[in-house]
């Protein structure tokens, strides 16, 4: 009877064990699904993503382009070029180097602004181009010639002449007097007005 008793109180912590790890094993609930998850941001808008993207590159690249693009140089007259040299030379000393300069800025507007043929000329030929060209004259082209070889001559001269010929300041001269002759050049003849001896003229001779 006691050995009966002490069997079952044995055996019943292992029954109690086997019904508490079937307990374990147990599937627990399920919980209720889960909403449809939403599409992300990449895959709603992903395309205009790039779109905007390449077209923001696109106009970073054009504004880059046109802010370092090389700018088109300023061509300044040929007068103003030839003022803008001749200039600063006549506050300098007066002497070969600056006659030879000044010599060779003022051929150079000549040669640009009356449409010379280039190469690089003696001052005698030079004088000889310039003397035959109708657009500059005799007048113009005999004080032009007569300027260069007063410049040759006072050029090599030793010592040398006194006073100063004032080469920069005569080639100044020269030049508005051959802009003169430009513009008179480009002006279109004088037509005769109503009421002008001229019209007049012309109307007796039709009668």
Not at 1 to 10: I, K
Not at 62 to 82: E, M
């Amino acid at each position: 009877m006691l050995l009966a008793l002490f069997l079952l109180l044995a055996v019943r912590p292992v029954f109690a064990a086997v019904t508490n790890s079937s307990d374990a094993d147990a599937i627990p609930p399920l919980r209720p699904p889960h909403a449809e998850i939403p599409p992300t941001l990449w895959e709603q808008y992903g395309l205009w993503v790039i779109v905007f993207g390449v077209l923001l590159l696109a106009l970073v690249c054009a504004a880059v382009w046109f802010l370092t693009r090389p700018k088109a140089p300023v061509i300044l007259p040929a007068h103003v070029q030839a003022r803008q040299a001749l200039e600063p030379l006549s506050r300098l000393p007066e002497d070969g180097v600056l006659l030879s300069r000044v010599s060779q800025v003022l051929r150079h507007y000549v040669a640009a602004a009356f449409d010379l043929p280039p190469g690089e000329l003696t001052t005698a030929e030079f004088c000889r181009v310039i003397r035959g060209h109708a657009q500059i004259g005799e007048d113009l082209s005999a004080a032009l010639a007569d300027f260069l070889h007063l410049c040759d001559h006072d050029k090599f001269a030793q010592p040398a002449p006194v006073p100063p010929l004032g080469a920069a300041m005569r080639a100044l001269k020269l030049i508005d007097r051959a802009e003169a002759r430009r513009f008179a050049m480009l002006q279109p003849s004088a037509q005769p007005t109503r009421g002008s001896p001229a019209t007049h003229s012309m109307a007796v001779a039709r009668k």
